[in-house]
Each structure stands twice: as structure tokens, then as C-alpha cells.
């Protein structure tokens, strides 16, 4: 008895080694988008172009900028971990999470710049595949019908977005204002509001 439950055991940790050894399939986030089922639950790899702001992750192909999106997710946050796969925080993955997390300052106080980054950021991904055919979707309020789920980034590229930005009102480098509570702060703001009722 002993002997068959250790056959047993071994037999499926075979099984198990040969399943995660099977290589992610290289496609496009296109043909993705084109035939989501026949994705589904399996491991790709992909070159594709992170859009991240304000309730927005996803993936889209940098080559046909005309084809929809998918959902990006990191593996630890995925709500579906029925098959998951183990995210590779390397060396790769934390110059991936600072380019992306790169933002635009502005230089005037009292502005913002909501999804301004820094740069747009293109790379080789691996992860893994979701698709709700039915029911709810992925990401913001459900929307999305395919989700990629990350693994591991590679050879990652980088286009530096500040030159869309006039110099004059936005900084690359945080700014540093004076303290809400000073004289100089009050008597600015107030002779700007002064100015604008003119």
C-alpha cells in the first residue's frame, strides 16, 4: 500500500513539473483581444505598452495602437487565483514598478496633474491569461472581458514623455512650496485673487 501511494505521489509530481514546464505562447496583446478563449488559462508572452493612471491598468499593443486593450493585474492582486502564477520581483520587475510609478510635478501650487506620467513604458511580459465570457469581468467596475495576469518582465524600453510637457508649468523633480501657513503664501494667494476679479 505504502508502495502505490509513493507510485501515486510521484506520478503527479511529474505531472505538475511537466505542466510548469511548458513555455508561455509568444503572441500580441491583438490577437489576444481577437480569440480571448483560446487564451484562456494559459501562460503568454507578450511585448506590450503599460497604460497606468487613475482607475486605468491595461495592456495594449504598441504596434497597432487600433485594437482594444486588456486588464493588467499583478499576480498577488488578481482576484481569480485558481491559476495563478508566482510574480518574479526581480531586478527587471523594480525598474518596471519605478517607471511606471514616474510622474510630471507641476510647479504651480495648487495644481495637479491627474495620469501624468513620467514615461510610457513598453516590455516584454509573461503572465497568464483570464477571459469572463460571461458574468463579471476584470478591473474597474468589471469592465474588462480578458485580464493578464503578470509573472515576469523583460527587456524593457523606455519613452521619456517630458518634452510633451511646457517646462515653464511642470518639473520633472518634485517642487517644493512654501508652508500653507506663511505670510508669503496668504498675501500671494490673496494678490492673485485680487488680479482675477480685474
Not at 101 to 109: C, E, F, G, K, T
Not at 150 to 179: C, G, H, M
Request: glycine share 6%; with cysteine.
Amino acid at each position: 500500500m505504502r508502495r502505490l501511494l509513493f507510485c501515486c505521489a510521484a506520478v503527479l509530481l511529474t505531472s505538475l513539473a511537466k505542466a510548469n514546464a511548458v513555455p508561455p505562447v509568444s503572441t500580441t496583446v491583438c490577437e489576444i483581444v481577437k480569440s480571448p478563449a483560446s487564451f484562456n488559462n494559459r501562460f503568454v508572452r507578450v511585448r506590450a505598452t503599460v497604460l497606468s493612471g487613475f482607475e486605468m491598468s491595461a495592456l495594449r499593443d504598441p504596434e497597432i495602437e487600433d485594437c482594444r486593450g486588456i486588464w493588467f493585474e499583478y499576480s498577488e492582486a488578481s482576484r481569480r487565483g485558481f491559476a495563478e502564477g508566482h510574480l518574479s520581483e526581480d531586478r527587471s520587475f523594480k525598474k518596471f514598478q519605478e517607471a511606471l510609478s514616474a510622474v510630471i510635478y507641476p510647479r504651480l501650487q495648487g495644481h495637479y496633474c491627474m495620469g501624468c506620467p513620467r514615461y510610457e513604458v513598453t516590455a516584454v511580459l509573461t503572465g497568464l491569461i483570464q477571459y469572463a465570457a460571461t458574468g463579471l469581468g476584470f478591473g474597474h467596475l468589471n469592465g474588462s472581458r480578458i485580464q493578464f495576469v503578470l509573472e515576469s518582465v523583460q527587456e524593457i524600453s523606455l519613452k521619456d514623455l517630458a518634452v510633451n510637457y511646457d517646462r515653464n508649468e511642470f518639473s520633472t523633480e518634485p517642487v517644493k512650496f512654501p508652508a500653507v501657513g506663511s505670510a508669503a503664501y496668504f498675501s500671494t494667494q490673496a494678490v492673485n485673487r485680487f488680479l482675477a476679479r480685474i
